[in-house]
Nanobody, 119 residues
Framework: QVRLVESGGGVVQPGGSLRLSCANS?????MGWFRQAPGKEREFVAA????????FYGDSAKGRFTIARDNAKNTAYLQMNRLTPDDTGVYYC???????????????WGQGTQVTVSS
């Protein structure tokens, strides 16, 4: 049984940083991060393959966010730097073997963690 538990969200000032964690209690999978702002669709942020560790980023994350994983702990991380108010939203962790890592076709989802960027 796969259960994903996210942590690390909170309130941060513009220009600040946060690190999100996603612990997977089940078998290892490719993992992704998505976010959803109020009134908007869920969008791809970043993903990392279980085998090889290849990483992928959405346009909004490139150059500011870094995805990583600790296979021994079966945990994925999202380091977010230079945050802006546009980064505000609920961040979801996902796990699975989607054909396209940037799509929503993951098998398992976490409950989400709120990130608020505000002065």
């Amino acid at each position: 049984q796969v259960r994903l538990v996210e942590s690390g969200g909170g309130v941060v000032q513009p220009g600040g940083s946060l690190r999100l964690s996603c612990a997977n209690s089940g078998r290892p999978y490719d993992m992704g991060w998505f976010r959803q702002a109020p009134g908007k669709e869920r969008e791809f942020v970043a993903a990392i393959r279980w085998a090889g560790g290849d990483t992928f980023y959405g346009d909004s994350a490139k150059g500011r966010f870094t995805i990583a994983r600790d296979n021994a702990k079966n945990t994925a991380y999202l380091q977010m730097n230079r945050l802006t108010p546009d980064d505000t939203g609920v961040y979801y962790c996902a796990a699975g073997n989607p054909e396209l890592l940037t799509s929503l076709q993951y098998d398992y989802w976490g409950q989400g963690t709120q990130v608020t960027v505000s002065s």
